[in-house]
């Protein structure tokens, strides 16, 4: 497995040595689990060559400490990743990164001011900014983003396709932990007593998934969710939405045969957590 660490290295190594390769890549940040090297995997099983990048980015954190509290754990990332048969991980400095590039700027047609958008202001922003410049760098053909950020990934492809880029976003599914709780590198920041408390998540949104008819409220139906996951001392939702596979709008009203997504954003001590499940009528 090869290891790169500049901007220069990276491009001249994609020009000379990747010429005619299928390449898939996977943008990380690091504090791997089985989430990312589920998708490290499959971009093995379907590309001849597969880069990851990991890179903690300062411009998509609204939260300050968030981004010093963000673990860094590079000895455990490279084991993992030699394990799962990836060819090259790049480690770029944000010196390097950012050196003469000002960002990607697009129309974001409202989804940066929703959910997500709404609770951490510039945050998809930094997102476009630093996918836009490791696809520049990489040029990948196929791209693989885990599920459980679910709008960063419309915010990815509105970006591929804004952009005219020769990429395909390919979204995988979320991996779980055993009680149910949505893998994520944040995960680790809990305590033993936080991290049950955590699996109370999913639990709420598979039963609802499990019950839910065309004949409910989305709105109630929102609310009691919020209320049956806010019982849990640990826990404090900050929303709950249905929306619209494809365009996350919001959705007002079931429709037969139809597809929705329920997303939420839940404060579990100091760490906040994202998850979402599909539903179909």
């Given amino acids: 497995m090869l290891i790169i660490r500049t901007v220069e290295e990276m491009i001249a190594f994609r020009n000379q040595k990747l010429n005619g390769e299928t390449i898939g890549f996977v943008p990380t940040m690091g504090a791997l689990h089985k989430g990312h090297i589920s998708l490290v995997e499959r971009s093995v099983k379907e590309n001849t060559y597969t880069i990851v990048s990991i890179f903690v980015n300062p411009k998509q954190f609204n939260d300050k400490s968030d981004f010093e509290n963000y673990p860094i754990t590079l000895e455990n990332d490279l084991e993992m990743l030699e394990k799962a048969k990836c ?14 590039y000002d960002g990607f700027k697009m129309d974001f047609d409202g989804l940066d001011k929703i959910y997500e958008g709404e609770f951490r202001p510039g945050h998809f922003q930094g997102v476009v900014d630093i996918v836009y410049r490791l696809f520049s760098i990489t040029e990948p053909h196929n791209s693989y983003f885990g599920a459980k950020d679910f709008q960063q990934m419309a915010v990815i492809k509105l970006m591929v396709k804004t952009a005219k880029l ?48 065309t004949s409910q409220n989305p709105n109630q139906l929102s609310a009691l969710i919020a209320a049956e996951i806010d019982k849990n001392d640990f826990l404090k939702v900050e929303y709950v939405v249905f929306c619209e596979p494809e365009s996350l709008k919001t959705v007002y009203i079931f429709e037969s045969n139809t597809a929705v997504r329920l997303c939420v954003a839940v404060w579990c001590g100091k760490v906040r957590l994202i998850d979402n499940i599909s539903l179909q009528f």
Avoid: H, W
Wanted: net charge negative; proline share 5%; hydrophobic share 40%.
């Fill in 166 to 213: 020769p990429i395909t976003v390919i979204p995988c599914e979320i991996i779980r932990e055993e009680s149910g709780l949505a893998m994520s590198s944040r995960n680790e920041r809990l305590s033993f007593e936080e991290r049950k408390a955590a699996a109370t998540i999913y639990k709420v949104l598979k039963s609802t998934v499990d019950q839910v008819s």
């Fill in 87 to 100: 060819n090259l991980v790049f480690l770029p400095s944000n010196t390097d990164i950012y050196l003469n």
